[in-house]
Nanobody, 121 residues
Framework: VQLQASGGGLVQAGGSLRLSCVGS????????TAWFRQVPGKGREEVSC????????LNADSVKGRFTISADKAKNTVYLQMNSLKAEDTAVYYC???????????????WGKGTQVTVSS
């Protein structure tokens, strides 16, 4: 199983970025996928979660209305569209998958390397 996250960068507050998580070695329909973020000195915070089988999603209150998670199973890719970015969204963002359908950091089985998102105010 491999997960590769990309799309991070430096953006001004109010701007947008789209993160991509490309996976291989597993069937997307069998796994829940989530995006997390982490800042130095704090634990990983779940941002968004999607269950590809039915397309249901969960979003943290801090990103509702601004971030959208989506899946393109044909491309083995899950996206995180981030709009109206704020300085407090600055973090390393990780994608992860769970074979048991769980959202939440404890339910994840595989993690990709992170991609840095920096929002300047």
């Amino acid at each position: 199983v491999q997960l590769q996250a990309s799309g991070g960068g430096l953006v001004q507050a109010g701007g947008s970025l789209r993160l991509s998580c490309v996976g291989s070695g597993f069937r997307w329909n069998d796994f829940t996928t989530a995006w997390f973020r982490q800042v130095p000195g704090k634990g990983r915070e779940e941002v968004s979660c999607i269950r590809p089988l039915d397309g249901s999603t969960l979003n943290a209150d801090s990103v509702k209305g601004r971030f959208t998670i989506s899946a393109d199973k044909a491309k083995n890719t899950v996206y995180l569209q981030m709009n109206s970015l704020k300085a407090e969204d600055t973090a390393v963002y990780y994608c992860a998958i769970s074979r048991y359908g769980s959202c939440g950091v404890d339910g994840m089985n595989y993690w990709g390397k992170g991609t840095q998102v920096t929002v300047s105010s």
